[in-house]
């Protein structure tokens, strides 16, 4: 018998691994919070398409609406569930379904920020997992239809990196990777918490100025101003992390410390990082998506800069280290998000930060 899967959050990121997962005979059921995704899942089946290079399918697949999650009682719990809600929602979410998970059952993480001590609190550091969707540019478009705005990473870029908290490489980290596998490439890794902080820098280095700015991420890379903000709060969130002992991997495909040092102004590295990023820009279709808070912000959804940004100045200030800059851009987001200013990219051209 295989696991019975739980997918809590259809939306973009759950919608794509999990309907990989359905097209490869996994037995999945989806749990979402949205009527007419549930909806259009049930009657239509669960869509994926991609900007190229793949070929768009629909799979049928099993979705309830999380008011209707009481009925697994009546039947056998689930082995393994995914969280891929908003980060604001990780703690309810996790114990709404704790009580549908088998007594060997586990809860993996794959969401944006680091979210693995939230869940733990609830079921335990022993049934904790950790997975990470890298640079994946996936959006729910519309109701039970996911779209990616690129083909597959494949060898070119490893999308999804599992682990265990503890570091060790297990019986169940590799199913979680095989099952990931299904959708994209993915790596098992000892190294789960270098990888989240990696992946947080990399989120906070994008999805706030999308948020406040309104713009997609090319019209960010090739803004001088705005690339080189990026960098700036890339460098603050590297010398976090590596204050904090995190054994940081690749950020953009570049090393750490070249981005940290081109935040901090030094003139070689932002040569180079320059070109990097210009480059990723002008590749096809490269930069044409609206990362995640972006697109939260257009659709009029709580973001989660509280969770990235926010998260980084929070950790800064325990140590004792300044992130003047992603304090900044938490503050403008949130007074983007409330509607007291629109988003606009004034709000960071404009800024005067010493």
Request: aromatic share 6%; hydrophobic share 40%.
């Amino acid at each position: 018998m295989g696991n019975r899967i739980a997918i809590i959050g259809a939306g973009a990121v759950g919608g794509y691994a999990g309907a990989h997962m359905v097209q490869a005979g996994e037995d999945v059921t989806f749990v979402d919070m949205w009527p007419e995704n549930v909806e259009v899942m049930r009657t239509k089946g669960l869509r994926i398409s991609h900007i190229k290079d793949v070929p768009e399918f629909t799979v049928p697949v099993k979705a309830i609406h999380l008011t209707e999650l009481q009925q697994v009682s009546k039947g056998a719990p689930f082995d393994i569930v995914f969280i891929c809600v908003k980060s604001y929602d990780t703690a309810w979410a996790t114990l709404m379904a704790r009580q549908y998970l088998a007594p060997g059952g586990y809860m993996v993480s794959l969401q944006n920020c680091m979210n693995e001590e939230t869940i733990a609190e609830i079921v335990g550091w022993g049934r904790t997992l950790g997975a990470i969707a890298s640079s994946i540019t996936v959006e729910l478009y519309e109701p039970g239809h996911v779209r990616r705005a690129s083909g597959k990473g494949g060898a070119a870029h490893t999308v999804f990196r599992v682990g265990e908290v503890h570091g060790r490489i297990t019986d169940r980290a590799n199913e979680i990777g095989r099952l990931c596998a299904l959708s994209d490439s993915c790596v098992v890794t000892a190294n789960l918490w270098g990888e989240r902080w990696s992946k947080l820098v990399t989120n906070a280095m994008a999805n706030g100025l999308s948020a406040c700015t309104g713009l997609v991420s090319k019209d960010i890379l090739l803004n001088e101003q705005l690339r080189q903000f990026g960098a700036r709060l890339g460098s603050e969130a590297i010398r976090v992390g590596q204050a904090l002992g995190y054994e940081l991997e690749e950020v953009h495909h570049m090393a750490p410390e070249l981005i940290a040092r081109a935040g901090e102004g030094d003139a070689a590295a932002r040569a180079e990082y320059d070109v990097h990023r210009i480059k990723e820009a002008n590749k096809p279709g490269g930069g044409a998506h609206r990362p995640s808070m972006g697109q939260d912000m257009v659709k009029g959804r709580r973001t989660e800069i509280e969770f990235l940004n926010g998260f980084i100045v929070d950790k800064a200030k325990a140590i004792g280290i300044a992130t003047p800059a992603n304090a900044a851009l938490t503050d403008i987001v949130k007074r983007v998000e409330k509607g007291e200013i629109p988003p606009d990219p004034r709000h960071i051209l404009e800024l005067r930060l010493n």
